[in-house]
């Protein structure tokens, strides 16, 4: 065994423990000296992935950062006076429970909550700050207004009349109906063009789409 019993009893003589069967000494021995193997381990693979073959305290720093054992403040070790030699010990700082107990408590975490918000309504998404921007539309320069983006209304009494441009956006989905509306009514069939039309009467959600119904049947 390479970690003494001795040691072991007497650090434990040190935080009190006065009496420690033969037992628990040799598996505590044992213990130690099984993580004391890891540490090496660990250390002698750090010094190969670099390169070296000179074990350095960084490899043992490191090791011990990775099991989990090094310490988050440096430890200084004090020189007991007692009948054994070489023997030491940390010196412990003493906490004032009054002055634990008496601190303000730390502000409570705050509760789980849900929000629902619209990801697109009818293809068009909102300028929210919950939806993603797109950085590049934002940096294009928005264009000129007509005086440059309106269009030109002349009529015989009035002259030239300024009206300003509309734009439509129109989800995939009201694309895909009024191209299957369009050309059920184009069809020779009366029971398709029937369903067309009943379609268009008791469908509530294409009131964008009444423009274009409304030239489409002008035009044909």
């Not at 000179?54 to 054992?69: E, S, Y």
Request: hydrophobic share 35%; proline share 5%; charged share 30%.
């Amino acid at each position: 065994m390479l970690f003494p019993k001795q040691t072991v009893k007497n650090i434990s003589e040190s935080v009190g423990i006065s009496k420690l069967s033969d037992d628990v000494t040799d598996a505590l021995a044992n213990d130690v000296e099984y993580r004391i193997q890891q540490i090496i381990e660990e250390a002698i693979k750090f010094m190969q992935h670099s390169k070296r073959t000179k074990l350095t305290v960084n490899d043992i720093n490191q090791a011990l950062r990775v099991r989990n054992f090094e310490a988050n403040h440096e430890i200084k070790y004090h020189k007991a006076v007692s009948g054994y030699e070489n023997l030491y010990y940390i010196n412990e700082e003493e906490l004032d429970l009054d002055a634990i107990i008496n601190q303000p408590l730390p502000e409570a975490p705050l509760d789980t909550t849900y929000t629902a918000h619209w990801l697109a309504i009818e293809g068009v998404q909102p300028r929210i700050k919950q939806n993603p921007i797109d950085e590049a539309k934002e940096a294009e320069p928005e264009p000129k207004q007509r005086r440059d983006g309106e269009k030109l209304k002349v009529t015989k009494d009035k002259g030239a009349e300024v009206v300003p441009l509309v734009k439509h956006a129109l989800s995939k989905e009201l694309q895909l109906y009024y191209d299957c509306v369009t050309s059920a009514l184009a069809s020779d069939d009366p029971v398709v063009r029937a369903t067309a039309l009943e379609s268009l009467s008791i469908d509530a959600g294409i009131h964008q789409l009444v423009p274009y119904f409304v030239q489409y049947i002008a035009d044909k």
